[in-house]
């Protein structure tokens, strides 16, 4: 007899696309074919089941169906949904953020009104995201005439210079001034 408490699980195989209308799952015999479990749908996101909860909880994924058992299970499209939910909250959107979005989306009555909201989002997003990237850069830069500029401390300096002297170091050929990452360092 079956432990009532051991669970079935749904694996994923990759489909073969020769097969007209294969899906990308394989249910194991006597579950739901098709269809993934909540369990398995984290798996396969690398998110927890607890975050596919909170996901429900706030409207941003609906289980297609339930089992028998009243298991969720879901379908491929859950898998797209989720991943959407991961690349958003990469972009930096809170989940509040992400909700007002879906219910924004639903509640429009065109297509081309929902893409022109998705567009406004999408652009804001990318000119912050090009903006960090140009900070990001300018921070490299630094980080870099910093290395260089300690680099040059191995081989111009001497052990008896004081500390103090480095924020103006005359031995360094290149930049007789520190970068601010170095200089900070001796700062008050």
Known sequence: MPDRHQRRRL??????????????FAAEPGAEEGFLLVGDLAK?????VRALHLYEELGLLKAHE??????RL??????VRVRWIAKLQSLGLSLSEIQSLVREQEGVVSAQFAAARLRDVYMAKLEETRQKISELVELQA???????FLHTC?????????LHSCPTCERNPERPNAPDLVAGVHAN
């Open 74 to 79: 879901f379908t491929q499209e859950a898998l």
């Open 11 to 24: 694996n994923i195989v990759k489909s073969d696309a020769s097969e007209p209308g294969s899906s990308p």
């Open 154 to 162: 191995n081989s111009a300096c001497e052990s008896e210079v004081p």
């Open 44 to 48: 396969a996101t690398g998110k927890t």
């Open 142 to 148: 630094e980080l870099e005439a910093s290395l260089r």
């Open 66 to 71: 339930r089992s028998k058992g009243r298991y």
